[in-house]
Every structure is written in structure tokens, then in C-alpha cells.
């Protein structure tokens, strides 16, 4: 396991911008994007190895982009065009696994404390 922490959140307007940052205590093959709003499932988001590989949920595909810094051990998510329904905690999650898909992300052992995003209308 590797120590993830998050930064970033915060409150904007609908249509609005984020950059949620995670930093990573070491290498990690697969790291990504999970969020859980109140009452809601976990959500994968995006997801990306260090192939440079990323995948989307359709829910965000378009709108947000995943990237790492592989020098620094670290994970961004660059959110734009944010609506509502996006509000959520944000959590960073990193596994060494071949397969990176976005919803396997909220199983991984490796996460950290989450940072929260809140989209006002």
C-alpha cells in the first residue's frame, strides 16, 4: 500500500472549475478519481496506470481529465464544466493492478481521506 493525500476541493458555481491533486508516498501502477455523494454509491471517476492509459466514466467523459506527474508521484483531476449533481467527496484510490478500470477504483486498498467538491446552481 502507498499513502494518498488529497487536496484541492472546494465550492464553485455551476459550470465552474477544479483541480483536485493526490499525492502518492511511492509508486503505484493504477491510480484514479472515486467520489460518494450523501445517499449515494460509490462512483468511479477516472482512472489512469503509468502507461499513461486513462479511462472515464460516462457520467464525467468529456468534462473532467485525469493525469499524473510521474516524477512527483502525482495524480490530478482537472474538473471543468462542473454542474450539481458533481457535488461529492472526492477520493484518490491506487492499487498495483493491471487492470485500472474506474469502477474498481472504491475497492482498492490504497485510498486517502477524500476532499470535498460542492457544485452550487
Known amino acids: 500500500q502507498v499513502q494518498l493525500v488529497e487536496s484541492g476541493g472546494g465550492s464553485v458555481q455551476s459550470g465552474g472549475s477544479l483541480r483536485l491533486s493526490c499525492v502518492a508516498s511511492?509508486?503505484?501502477?493504477?491510480m484514479g478519481w472515486f467520489r460518494q455523494a450523501p445517499g449515494k454509491a460509490r462512483e468511479g471517476v477516472a482512472s489512469t496506470d503509468k502507461d499513461g492509459r486513462t479511462s472515464y466514466a460516462d457520467s464525467v467523459q468529456g468534462r473532467f481529465t485525469i493525469s499524473q506527474d510521474n516524477d512527483q508521484n502525482t495524480l490530478y483531476l482537472r474538473m471543468n464544466s462542473l454542474q450539481p449533481e458533481d457535488t461529492a467527496m472526492y477520493y484518490c484510490?491506487?492499487?498495483?493492478?493491471?487492470?485500472?478500470?474506474?469502477?474498481?477504483?472504491?475497492?482498492?486498498?490504497?485510498r486517502g481521506q477524500g476532499t470535498q467538491v460542492t457544485v452550487s446552481s
Open positions: 484510490a491506487a492499487e498495483n493492478e493491471f487492470d485500472c478500470a474506474p469502477y474498481r477504483l472504491p475497492d482498492f486498498a490504497s
Open positions: 511511492g509508486y503505484i501502477w493504477c
